[in-house]
């Protein structure tokens, strides 16, 4: 499943894998992104700094925004590389941006796959630069985290891997209807696929209401399911109704098709399991909304 999903596969990695992890990194710092210079001048101009975070819109599609600052002499960075052992390696990037005295940037990378036995707070960020009078120089910049954003990204991730060793959680490729106009009714047929075998359970306690859709009983989905691996696939008939009738809130939609399934495995992983509607399911969703609010 795609990282956009927020329920991305992670394949587990023991301690040993995360020292070959730390090694492997070890060497990719030496061939790519941020490699050392023979050239260059070890450590950074002052008045650099970074903070790493997300928007909106970078947690469905699995980014990570590096927020640089510069309160020096103007710099051009040719080189940034993102290291931390709750990454897998593979985060650079060498395309060069300049950065004057009092400039802010926001650089995004594709996020790799998280290592769930990795501390999520052990992050540095690579830099290489120039300065205005030529100078080559490189260095780490520890960057701050205001708002808990490589933990969350591994409570995220782990947590998905955590609920596919024991069971798919798979929304419908079409949305169920029935009746017209103010009338119509719908239904997000959920199926619960335990895996083959294994030790782990699941219990899934209901999804929540999103901007755009909520329940028509309610506002949100209690469900209540406990399964095993091994146990027969269970299903689920979500009744929905529009969150409001709002035109703006249709057009300006960005999350209101991704479920937040409150789930909690076996193995004491709990949290919030987001899982975004394919393309013919939220073209659904949205032709539902329209014509029952008759917009």
């Not at 030496?30 to 001048?41: L, W």
């Not at 008045?47 to 980014?63: E, F, K, M, N, Y």
């Not at 955590?162 to 009714?185: C, K, M, N, W, Y």
């Amino acid at each position: 499943m795609p990282r956009s999903a927020r329920s991305s596969v992670r394949p587990a990695r023991g301690t040993a894998a995360g020292l070959a992890l730390l090694a492997a990194a070890a060497l990719t710092a030496c061939s790519a992104g941020a490699a050392p210079d023979a050239g260059a001048e070890a450590g950074l101009p002052d008045g650099l700094s970074v903070a790493v975070q997300q928007g909106r819109l970078d947690v469905p599609q699995g980014r990570l925004v590096l927020h640089f600052e510069n309160t020096g002499d103007p710099v051009t960075v040719t080189a940034v590389a993102v290291r931390s052992p709750a990454l897998e390696p593979g985060m650079d990037r060498d395309e060069a941006f300049s950065l004057g005295e009092g400039d802010a940037i926001d650089i995004r990378l594709d996020l790799t796959d998280s290592v769930c036995d990795g501390d999520p707070g052990a992050i540095g960020i690579d830099v290489r630069l120039t300065t205005a009078d030529g100078g080559e120089h490189e260095g780490t910049l520890e960057p701050d985290d205001p708002f808990g954003t490589m933990a969350r990204i591994a409570d995220a991730d782990c947590l998905a891997e955590s609920v596919a060793g024991v069971a798919a959680i798979e929304l419908p490729d079409r949305l169920r209807t029935t009746g017209a106009g103010a009338e119509q009714r719908a239904w997000i047929d959920v199926r619960v696929a335990p895996v083959a075998s294994g030790g782990g359970t699941l219990v899934i306690d209901g999804v929540s209401a999103t901007t755009l859709i909520g329940n028509e009983d309610g506002q949100d989905w209690p469900l209540g399911i406990e399964v095993a691996a091994g146990d027969d696939p269970v299903e689920a008939a979500l009744a929905v109704r529009p969150a409001r009738c709002d035109a703006h809130a249709l057009a300006d939609d960005k999350r209101g098709t991704i479920l937040p399934f409150t789930v909690a495995t076996g193995d004491g992983r709990e949290g919030r399991l987001e899982i975004a509607s394919g393309a013919d399911l939220k073209a659904d969703l949205y032709a539902y909304y329209a014509e029952r609010c008759d917009l």
